[in-house]
């Protein structure tokens, strides 16, 4: 640890940004380089080899060989022993069931929605109905939890807020509204400003 | 911690039964508590009010009142500070990569392909291709790693193997077949050992 890392990401991705967010909020140095997917960065034989054999980004390696992938797995090793990932061994547990609540009932609904209309330049009708009811869903289920606290675990952001903030945030590129969800967008607004990330801006969350 | 808990579950799932191992190989006390999510007993108010608002199994209640769900945290959780998850930080981050790999990249094709048949009585030429490739994928890419090592992470079962064994040993039953991974075959045996699980029988891994 200490070490310089590299993370191999693209901007554009929230997997990617949550990375970054972390990193840049606790002052970790890092060096970052650009991968771009849709032109099978992440599918060449030394990408593979040399960074992640899984093909995925963000995808970090160390001076010393050493790498890693996922971006909850990432945040979670970052994070370790700071103010984004509390020591009580529950607590960090409901942060925990946060992450993977994000990864298999948010993300692959809420981004993948994205991914089709600003990747592949679909429309928003065009979108699965079962992809948007479960990304409607997905965001009417952390509206109500938001309802009922400042943050998803505890009153101070944690790498599960960073988890769920990096899609949530953008999910108007995806055709989804948060106009009826007031309490998600205080909670990005109070995130953004806690996290020092620039506002998406209010038109955005409308 | 300490306290007796209940396990909210269904023994046919794989992320029920990730629970159960874990908690009998380490000899915790808990009580089980079956729920048949076929006839929507996690979607009854009374569930999700009390058990899980996400209405999913595994959910776990403590006698105080405390709750958690998402088979990978709660494996996290039951197994901090035993053999199953290592110490050191980046060993347990590499541990953390193959649980958020296995929720993303193998259960939603592995897993599904499995409830289609077992619990829709689809037949394997009724799956859809994209799921069949991309759960072949996930099989290869598990089948490349335990070519180069005994488990997942290091040389003896992590709860990164457990919850990689749930649905890869009843692969056959979502229409996949291991015949043609050695590796992932002798690993399967040897997490059955090593766990003190029933194998699953030669004659199903083919």
Same mark, same amino acid.
């Not at 600003?118 to 928003?124: D, Q, T, V």
């Not at 409607?136 to 998803?152: C, I, N």
């Given at each position: *640890?200490?070490? +310089?890392? +590299?993370?191999?990401?693209?901007?554009?991705?929230?997997?990617?940004? +949550?990375? +970054? $967010?972390?990193?840049?909020?606790?002052?970790?140095?890092?060096?970052?380089?650009?991968?771009?997917?849709?032109?099978?960065?992440?599918? &060449?034989?030394?990408?593979? &080899?040399?960074?992640?054999?899984?093909?995925?980004? =963000?995808?970090?390696? $160390?001076?010393?060989? %050493?790498?890693?992938?996922?971006?909850?797995?990432?945040?979670?090793?970052?994070?370790?022993?700071?103010?984004?990932?509390?020591?009580?061994?529950?607590?960090? /547990?409901?942060?925990?069931?946060? @992450?993977?609540?994000?990864?298999?009932?948010?993300?692959?609904?809420?981004?993948?929605?994205?991914?089709?209309?600003?990747? %592949?330049?679909?429309?928003?009708? !065009?979108? =699965?109905?079962?992809?948007?009811?479960?990304?409607?869903?997905? @965001?009417?289920?952390?509206?109500?939890?938001? !309802?009922?606290?400042? *943050?998803?675990?505890?009153?101070?952001?944690?790498?599960?807020?960073?988890?769920?903030?990096?899609?949530?945030?953008?999910?108007?590129?995806?055709?989804?509204?948060? /106009?009826? %969800?007031?309490?998600?967008?205080? $909670?990005?607004?109070?995130?953004?400003?806690?996290?020092?990330?620039?506002?998406?801006?209010?038109?955005? @969350?409308?």
């Amino acid at each position: *640890m200490g070490a +310089k890392f +590299k993370v191999h990401g693209d901007l554009r991705s929230g997997n990617c940004l +949550k990375v +970054k $967010w972390v990193a840049d909020h606790l002052g970790l140095e890092y060096e970052w380089h650009d991968v771009d997917v849709m032109a099978g960065e992440t599918r &060449t034989e030394a990408f593979l &080899t040399t960074v992640n054999p899984a093909g995925q980004i =963000p995808a970090l390696v $160390w001076p010393d060989g %050493r790498r890693l992938a996922q971006s909850n797995a990432i945040l979670r090793y970052l994070a370790r022993g700071s103010v984004l990932l509390p020591d009580d061994p529950f607590v960090m /547990a409901k942060v925990d069931e946060w @992450l993977f609540w994000e990864q298999y009932s948010h993300e692959p609904y809420v981004a993948v929605a994205r991914f089709l209309m600003l990747y %592949r330049g679909e429309s928003a009708a !065009a979108r =699965p109905a079962d992809l948007v009811a479960r990304g409607e869903s997905a @965001l009417d289920f952390m509206e109500r939890a938001l !309802a009922e606290a400042p *943050m998803l675990v505890g009153s101070t952001p944690t790498i599960a807020d960073v988890a769920l903030l990096a899609y949530t945030r953008v999910a108007h590129e995806g055709g989804f509204s948060l /106009a009826f %969800r007031p309490n998600t967008q205080r $909670w990005i607004s109070e995130c953004e400003s806690a996290l020092g990330i620039a506002p998406i801006g209010k038109k955005e @969350l409308q």
